[in-house]
T-cell receptor
Framework: DGGITQSPKYLFRKEGQNVTLSCEQN?????MYWYRQDPGQGLRLIYY???????QKGDIAEGYSVSREKKESFPLTVTSAQKNPTAFYLC??????????????FGEGSWLTVV | AQKVTQAQTEISVVEKEDVTLDCVYE???????LFWYKQPPSGELVFLIR??????QNEISGRYSWNFQKSTSSFNFTITASQVVDSAVYFC?????????????FGSGTRLLVRP
C-alpha cells in the first residue's frame, strides 16, 4: 500500500541523548515535511525538503536536524539542544514542484517522551 | 499576518445532531488554499478537503459539507447527523502561495466529541 511510514511509534529519550525518527514514503512525492504537535495545539513546521539533498528550516528548527539523501526518506534527529522535545512528531509529504497548494499527506506520527 | 483561528476548543454533541466547526483565516495573499484534516485518537491526520481561493462553491461529501466565504474569511465545516466515529480533533489549515515553502499554517484544532 502507498503511504508514509514513521517509526518508532513510541520513543523514550534520556536527557542529553540524540534520537532519530524515521520517515519513509512510497508515494513518489518530491516534498517532505516534519511537524511537531504539542497537546491541545496545532502543528508547527520543523523542517521541510522540496527535493533530494536540499532542505530548509521551518518555524521551530532549533535543536533539530534532518537529511534528505533519498527521495523516499526524510529522517529527523532530535538533538540534546532541543530543550523541550516531548511531543508528537508528524512526517508528511506532497507532490511538491511548482504546484503550490498541493495536498500534504501525513504519517501516523511518533510520540517522543524525555525521561 | 498569516493565521488560522479555530475559536471552538471543544464541542460535545449527541449522536445524530448536526455540528458546525468554525474556521477563520487571515492572509495577505490573493491566491491561497484551505484544508480540513481529521485527527482521530490514533494520531494520523486524515485529509478531508482542499479548496482554492477562487472557488467559493460550497461542497458536500456525504454527511460532510464545507462553506467557504471570502467576504468573512471563513471556511466552516458541517457534519450532518453526527456519529460516534466522527469523534476526533479537526484542524483547519491555510497554504499561502506567496510563501514558497508549501507549508501549511494550522489552527489549534477543535475537539469534537459525539456521544451515543
Amino acid at each position: 500500500d502507498g503511504g508514509i511510514t514513521q517509526s518508532p511509534k513510541y520513543l523514550f529519550r534520556k536527557e542529553g541523548q540524540n534520537v532519530t525518527l524515521s520517515c519513509e514514503q512510497n508515494l513518489n512525492h518530491d516534498a517532505m515535511y516534519w511537524y511537531r504537535q504539542d497537546p491541545g495545539q496545532g502543528l508547527r513546521l520543523i523542517y521541510y525538503s522540496q527535493i533530494v539533498n536540499d532542505f530548509q528550516k521551518g518555524d521551530i528548527a532549533e535543536g533539530y536536524s534532518v537529511s534528505r539523501e533519498k527521495k523516499e526518506s526524510f529522517p529527523l534527529t532530535v538533538t540534546s539542544a532541543q530543550k523541550n522535545p516531548t511531543a508528537f512528531y508528524l512526517c508528511a509529504s506532497s507532490i511538491g514542484g511548482r504546484g503550490l497548494g498541493n495536498t500534504i499527506y501525513f504519517g501516523e506520527g511518533s510520540w517522543l517522551t524525555v525521561v | 499576518a498569516q493565521k488560522v483561528t479555530q475559536a471552538q476548543t471543544e464541542i460535545s454533541v449527541v449522536e445524530k445532531e448536526d455540528v458546525t466547526l468554525d474556521c477563520v483565516y487571515e492572509t495577505r495573499d490573493t491566491t491561497y488554499y484551505l484544508f480540513w484534516y481529521k485527527q482521530p485518537p490514533s494520531g494520523e491526520l486524515v485529509f478531508l478537503i482542499r479548496r482554492n481561493s477562487f472557488d467559493e462553491q460550497n461542497e458536500i461529501s456525504g454527511r460532510y459539507s464545507w462553506n467557504f466565504q471570502k467576504s468573512t474569511s471563513s471556511f466552516n465545516f458541517t457534519i450532518t447527523a453526527s456519529q460516534v466515529v466522527d469523534s476526533a480533533v479537526y484542524f483547519c489549515a491555510l497554504a499561502p502561495t506567496m510563501d514558497s515553502s508549501y507549508k501549511l499554517i494550522f489552527g489549534s484544532g477543535t475537539r469534537l466529541l459525539v456521544r451515543p
